[in-house]
Structure formats: C-alpha cells, structure tokens
C-alpha cells in the first residue's frame, strides 16, 4: 500500500482563543545562521508517468562554499539514473564557462531605476560599497565571474571552485514559461537570483537585489566568512491585471536581509541586460514607506487576490524587526510593491523582538480570494488574520471569540517558523490545522535538548471545548529498529464541556521541524523533523525522521505507511513487532529514520502505481580540505568502481563500491587528511547506494528509503 492519492498542498488553517502570554524568542545573528535544513528537489513534472522527467537538485561544498545545481533524469518508479539532460555538465560548471562580460546578463537596481550591473550605472553610494574607482570595479567584475583577480593573480581576491554560490535555503522552483519553455528560478548566496534554462542549463539572466549592494565586497575577502545573500522563499503565480495575464515573482532573502522585491518573467526571454533589467518591478527594504517594521525576511511569500479583487503578495515581517519589535502581516500591492494594509499582531518589543513566519491562504467560499490567513511567529504564537469583506481598512487579526488574541500560544513557548498546514475539520465545521515548533538560527539551536510538539487545533470548536488531546511517540521494534508507533487516542469533537479544542505530540529531545513546507495530503500531516544532537559513531551527525501523523486526531492512521522491508508489499511484515495492537495503542509505524545531515521537507510525486516523496540530503561536513583539484574514477571487471578524490591541501576521499554476486553492494568510504581518517562501510540493494560521509555528495531519497548518489565536481 503507498500514499492514497496523489499529494496536494493545501493552504488552509484553524483558530482557537488563547491568551498569548509572556515570551520572547532568543535573538541571533543572522550572519551566523546554521545550514539546519535545505530547500528541497524541484522536477519538470510532480507527474512521473511519462518516464522522461527531471529532478533539479542543489549541491553545496562547505569547505570552498561552492554552490551547484544537478539536473538528472527519474524514472517512473522515482529512481534517480545517473545521467540528465545537462550531462556531463551542471549548473555550476556551465556557468563557469560563461565569459563574466560578454556572456551574463545580471542586472539590479539604482534607487527607482533598473540597470544593468555595470560600474558605470552604480550610484555613487553602490560605487562606494563595492570600493574606489581602481577596487570597485575589479569587485564588481569579481561577482559577475571574473576569475583573473583570484588568488594567487591579480587584486588577490579569494580563490572560488565556482562563481556560482551556494544555493541552501531558497527553493529551486520550475515553471513552465510557455508549452515549450521551462525556467528555473533560485536564489544563491552569491548575491543573486538565477534563472536558468531547464533544458540545456544555461543561465537566461541574473537579479541581484540593490539592497545586497553594500554587503557583495565581502565575496571577494579572504580568508572568506560565508554571507547570506539571496536566501529566502519564492512565490510564482500567473495573475490577471485587468485582462492581462501576467507571470509574478515574488522573492524574500532570509537571512541575507531585510527586503523584498518583486520581477515579471512572463517572458524571461532577454537580448540584452537592458532588455533582463525591464524585468524588475518593485523593491522593499525597511526604508520603504509603510515598511518600518520589516525584519529579515525569513518567511516565503504568497501571492493572492483580496476581496476588493486587487492582487496582492502577502508575507509576514520576518524577524528581528527594530522599528517595534511586533509580528506583523504586510499586504503588499502586487503590481506597485505599495503596502495596502499592515496587520499588526502587537506581540513582541523592541528589545525582545518577534517576527511573523510564512503565511498560509485560506479562502472560506471557494471564490479565489483570500478571506483567512494564519501564521506562526518567532515567539510561538498562531495568528488568525481575517481579510473578508472588501474594505482591507477593516483587515484585522481575528480569534476564535471575535477577539485580537492569538489563536494558540505553544506550551512551552517554542518558536514556530514553517507555514501551517489546513483541512476540513472531520466534523465538517470549520478547519483543523497542524503545526510544528523549531528553528535552526544559532548554534546553540543545534544543540538544544529540549522536547518540541507537533499541534493540531480546531478553528470553530465550540466554546464549551477547552481540553487539549495528547499522544504520545514511543520507538518501535521491528526488522529495522528504526521507526516510531504513536498512540491512538481518539478525540471527541462534539460540543460539550471538557471536549476536545486541539491535540497534540512531544517529539523526542532534540528533533525540531523547520524549512518548507511540511503539508497535508487525505489526511495526513506530513514532515520532516531533524535533530541535530544525534551523535553518530561516523560522520555526518544528526538524525531526520519522516513523519505521517492523523492530520485528524494526531495519532496513528488506520492502514500501513512504510515498506519497511521493500519488499512493494505492504503487510503484516511492516508492522511494529513486541506490539500488541488494542484500542488506544497503534503497531502501525508513523515515523522512519531517513538518515543523518541535513534534510529537505519533502517534495511528494506520483510515480506508476504508488505515490512517493522526495528529499534533498547533505552531509553537511566541512573537512577543512579546501577545494577539489582531482578526481578519478576507475572501474574492475565492471564490478568494483574506485572514485578517488584529491583536495588543495592533499588531503583525499576514497569509495569503493563493490557489487557482489548476490545483488547487494558494499560501498566503504574513506577520508584522510593528515592524521585524520575517517572510514565508513555500509551495504545495501545494488540499485540503491547509501548515504555518504563525503562532502562531495548531494543524496536524493524517496520515502521507502530507496536512494541515488550523485558524484560531482570531477
């Protein structure tokens, strides 16, 4: 048995009146920001029955920063092949063969005017940035892709394995421009958002947000202090402007800043950087008017219609807002970047500043306007913001008993930063959401102990139910030793005093939900939850789990989840084992260990005959082994692959991957640097390779466990 249907996210949430109490988030340094978790695989088509799609898939090396895209074709079954439509190249490699000059269009902004990155179309507030009239441009130059000023040569600048940055926290979004043209569009830490040609991986152009200006000399120092750049979320939608339909991008920079702007690529197609320049719409920074109170905008973006019928992008604050410190919802005018109304939470201080969280849309009457619209923030609070009517004067924050509190404060107060997840309440009134506390800002967030929760609340519960379901998580027996059963305890939604308002489940010490976007699909919750204080006897550490809990009840579904032993069936096999089921106590499995480093939400896609979910997964280990300089791969009797890997500093990363007669295979990997080695040997399905500790290699795995490694930069 796989996934019932095929995957919709649903944008939907819930309310439930409660006082918002006393707490304030721990504030950070964005600069310093842990990896935590990454955007996940994007493909030409969820759809894989065609057998002919393409999964897009970042890579990153943490040693040089290097940044890259894979393009790799997957089969209708979801298996990964070897090869891709970009083959032998990449993202990254293709646009290190492009001339700086004569071969990018990249373009930005001066003040209100588009321009192409040029140093003469600087203002001279840029020009002074970026240095005087002799180091200026050579940084400029330097950021387009300019090599020559590169150590040792030159101005001396830091050595790059590529101008293309590291790509963690911005998703890889497809979009289909027209029947026979596909883009894809990321943001990178190398100061830019690409956009690329899905079919041959060329870089169509390039925008880098004006507001980044000031911080792009520092990709140039050495010894180099990796930056947040173009980190943040992505909204596309096709939107009509009077008649006119026209394709909106609608973009934030995580912890690269404190801004927001806005392109129109109904046609990417550009000539010239005059031509990709034209494209820009709208730029927003906390100078703008209205916009006092942005934060770092953390949040993704949405893109909806209000019910006066103007289009609008509609974000929260972001964090560390220092105008006033509150949780705020900006409702933006789509086609001018105006502010047509800032909804106004009043949580949080300029001193303990709060900041609101990815939005979800809600419309109530099935019109395509948005009427509700929730998010959590950085202090742990769900808010319920309520746009009905056509006078967005009157758009107000809105809870359970008409009133301006938030709709649920998290206990303990934990931080929630990915977007809620809605659908139909199983009594047929209203809506229940669920949620997930985390975050990964600072490094004492990866090693905090602490139990977070999973919540799911009911938005038009009766005002006699006041009580909160509990369920509870316990690690399961069974042929792998790595899955976790959940209680089954049934809530009573009927109208009475006592009864059920909302659930919810303490996840293990440790393991936090963070990235986007955790969804719902028939009735379960779907997420990702990492804890990075697993302590593994090799690297990487860290340990994510998949979890599908009763989006209903937050306890254990009534039908198998997991092929626990991939076998394709799904049977008594896949049961906890030492489990005797009864009422209240379920043996089906809700939870898998996936792996360790660091994870992807899940991208779900419906293969032949089962519906399947998708992850990107690191290692995330930095070896101090600088950039690679070689790699060679050598192949025995078409049994034995040896890839043999050399980095600046000597130091080097073997894998031995032998094919037994059986069918398995046994991969060992070895890194040496200096005195340091460290070995790894595993074994697995000859179709499927295992996660590796080489930070040389991005992992694509589906929910079954089944995994494709990817070798690159040779």
């Excluded at 096709?238 to 339909?245: A, L, T």
């Amino acid at each position: 048995m796989s996934i019932s249907g095929f995957i919709k996210v649903q944008l939907f949430t819930i309310s439930l009146f409660v006082s918002t109490g006393c707490f304030s988030a721990t504030t950070f340094t964005p600069a310093s920001q842990p990896t935590g978790w990454l955007s996940r695989p994007s493909l030409s088509n969820n759809n894989l029955l065609s057998n002919a799609e393409v999964i897009y898939q970042l890579n990153y090396d943490k040693n040089s920063w290097r940044g890259d895209i894979l393009a790799k074709y997957i089969n209708n079954q979801a298996v990964v092949a070897s090869n891709g439509p970009w083959d032998p190249n990449t993202a990254g490699l293709l646009l290190d063969a492009v001339n700086y000059d004569t071969g990018r269009k990249i373009v930005t902004r001066n003040g209100s005017v588009n321009i192409a990155f040029r140093w003469a179309n600087l203002s001279a507030t840029q020009q002074t940035s970026m240095g005087d009239a002799t180091t200026g441009p050579k940084r400029l130059n330097f950021v387009r892709g300019d090599r020559s000023n590169e150590e040792p040569s030159g101005a001396l600048y830091r050595t790059r394995d590529s101008v293309l940055g590291d790509i963690l926290h911005s998703p890889l979004v497809v979009w289909k421009q027209d029947l026979s043209t596909q883009r894809l569009f990321v943001g990178a830490n190398d100061g830019m958002l690409h956009v690329f040609n899905t079919a041959n991986g060329q870089e169509v152009f390039a925008y880098i947000p004006s507001m980044l200006i000031t911080n792009l000399k520092n990709l140039s120092t050495k010894p180099y202090v990796h930056t947040y750049f173009v980190d943040g979320g992505i909204a596309l939608a096709n939107v009509d402007f009077s008649g006119v339909i026209k394709t909106v991008l609608v973009g934030s920079l995580g912890a690269g800043g404190k801004g927001l702007y806005a392109l129109d690529v109904t046609n990417t197609t550009a000539v010239d950087e005059a031509s990709a320049a034209s494209k820009i719409k709208w730029e927003i920074t906390n100078a703008s008017t209205g916009y006092t109170a942005l934060g770092y905008t953390y949040g993704s973006p949405r893109i909806g219609r209000l019910n006066d019928g103007t289009a609008v992008a509609i974000v929260g604050n972001g964090y560390l807002n220092t105008s006033n410190g509150h949780a705020i919802l900006y409702l933006i005018n789509l086609d001018t970047g105006v502010l047509i109304k800032a909804i106004d939470t009043g949580s949080g201080t300029v001193s303990s500043p709060n900041g609101l969280s990815t939005p979800t849309l809600f419309d109530s009457n099935g019109d395509g306007k948005v009427d509700l619209v929730y998010a959590g923030d950085i202090d742990g609070h769900l808010w319920k913001f309520n746009l009905s009517g056509t006078t967005p004067s009157l758009y107000a924050v809105l809870d359970n008993s008409g009133g301006t509190k938030a709709l649920l404060t998290t206990s303990p107060l934990q931080a929630i930063t990915t977007a809620p997840v809605v659908m139909t309440h199983p009594s047929g009134v209203g809506s229940i959401v669920g949620f997930a506390t985390g975050r990964f800002l600072t490094s004492t967030d990866l090693t905090d102990t602490t139990q977070h929760a999973v919540y799911g609340v009911w938005d038009g519960a009766p005002s006699l139910n006041t009580t909160q379901l509990t369920q509870t998580l316990t690690v399961a027996t069974d042929s792998l030793g790595k899955t976790r059963i959940v209680t089954a305890n049934v809530p009573n939604w009927t109208s009475g005093t006592g009864h059920h308002n909302s659930w919810k489940v303490l996840l293990p010490a440790g393991e936090q939900v963070t990235g986007e976007f955790p969804f719902e699909s028939n009735g379960r919750f779907y997420f990702m939850a990492s804890n990075p204080t697993t302590v593994n006897a090799v690297l990487p550490n860290g340990a994510s789990w998949l979890y599908e809990l009763q989006m209903s009840s937050g306890g254990s579904p009534d039908s198998l989840i997991f092929d626990l032993n991939n076998d394709g069936l799904f049977n008594a096999l896949d049961l906890a084992t030492a489990c005797t089921p009864t009422a209240l106590v379920s043996c089906i499995p809700v939870a898998k260990l996936l792996g360790a480093g660091v994870f992807s939400q899940a991208t779900a896609v419906e293969a032949s005959g089962f519906d399947t979910l998708l992850f990107t997964n690191h290692p995330d280990t930095a070896f101090g082994a600088g950039y690679t300089i070689k790699s060679v791969v050598s192949t025995v009797n078409g049994r034995i692959k040896t890839t043999v890997t050399t980095y600046s500093n000597n130091a080097t990363y073997t894998r031995v991957e032998e094919t037994l007669s059986n069918g398995l295979k046994t991969i060992t990997q070895t890194y040496r640097n200096g005195t340091t080695v460290v070995t790894t040997v595993s074994a697995g399905n000859a179709s499927q390779a295992v996660i590796s500790s080489s930070p040389e290699e991005a992992t694509s795995l589906d929910k079954f466990g089944r995994q494709s490694w990817w070798e690159i930069f040779q």
